[in-house]
Antibody
Framework: EVQLLESGGGLRQPGGSLRLSCEVSGFKFNLFAMTWVRQAPGKGLEWVSGLSASGDRTYSADSVTGRFTISRDNSKNTLFLHMNSLRVDDTAVYYC???????????WGQGTPVTVSS | QSALTQPASVSGSPGQSITITCSGTSSDIGGYNSVSWYQQFPGKAPKLIISDVDRRPSGISDRFSGSKSDNTASLTISGLQADDEAVYYCSSYRRITTFYWVFGGGTRLTVL
């Protein structure tokens, strides 16, 4: 069974940093691209960042470019999102998801909440 | 990176059919067949219900169907049931100077 489990969310002040993790199981992690998607309270889904299976190509939304970095450790079946210079509007539930070769997201984690507030 | 355009809400009675549209551009919906649809219940993670414009993943009811014409994708739910009440999001791969993914703003379905 494919499983994705996010962790690392919490409360930070504006300007702070946070690292999210997504530990996966049930599939060959190193064969799939991965992505982070977030959802602000009461709002819709927003794509944040994506990463190729090997980790050599990354893609990010304009809203997080230069502040967030996506990475992976294929030896530990874990995806990361390094979040710096946090802003109030980064407050959201952050989901990790598996990306299929045809560019859709077929499995999602349960999400980890991030709150940025002074 | 503007979102795809969906109606904020749709409604229908049990047994009826509804269609949710998702408008994009030639750089996303019109240029690729990677349109997908997700169903989300309150407090839950999104769930894939349609991929590659019109394919249903294993376990998804055949009451859900997808299509695409030019820059607009559509999700049709036939034989509405009370437990279809959820928010539905479309998504597409988009490539302009680089590539990324984009979502629609979401459509809340109310079953009357």
């Amino acid at each position: 069974e494919v499983q994705l489990l996010e962790s690392g969310g919490g409360l930070r002040q504006p300007g702070g940093s946070l690292r999210l993790s997504c530990e996966v199981s049930g599939f060959k992690f190193n064969l799939f691209a991965m992505t982070w998607v977030r959802q602000a309270p009461g709002k819709g889904l927003e794509w944040v960042s994506g990463l190729s299976a090997s980790g050599d190509r990354t893609y990010s939304a304009d809203s997080v470019t230069g502040r967030f970095t996506i990475s992976r450790d294929n030896s530990k079946n874990t995806l990361f999102l390094h979040m710096n210079s946090l802003r109030v509007d980064d407050t959201a539930v952050y989901y990790c998801a598996r990306v299929t070769p045809n560019n859709w997201f077929d499995s999602w984690g349960q999400g980890t909440p991030v709150t940025v507030s002074s | 990176q503007s979102a795809l355009t969906q109606p904020a809400s749709v409604s229908g009675s049990p047994g009826q059919s509804i269609t949710i549209t998702c408008s994009g551009t030639s750089s996303d919906i019109g240029g690729y067949n990677s349109v997908s649809w997700y169903q989300q219940f309150p407090g839950k993670a999104p769930k894939l219900i349609i991929s590659d414009v019109d394919r249903r993943p294993s376990g998804i009811s055949d009451r859900f169907s997808g299509s695409k014409s030019d820059n607009t994708a559509s999700l049709t739910i036939s034989g509405l049931q009370a437990d279809d009440e959820a928010v539905y999001y479309c998504s597409s791969y988009r490539r302009i100077t680089t590539f990324y993914w984009v979502f629609g703003g979401g459509t809340r379905l109310t079953v009357l």
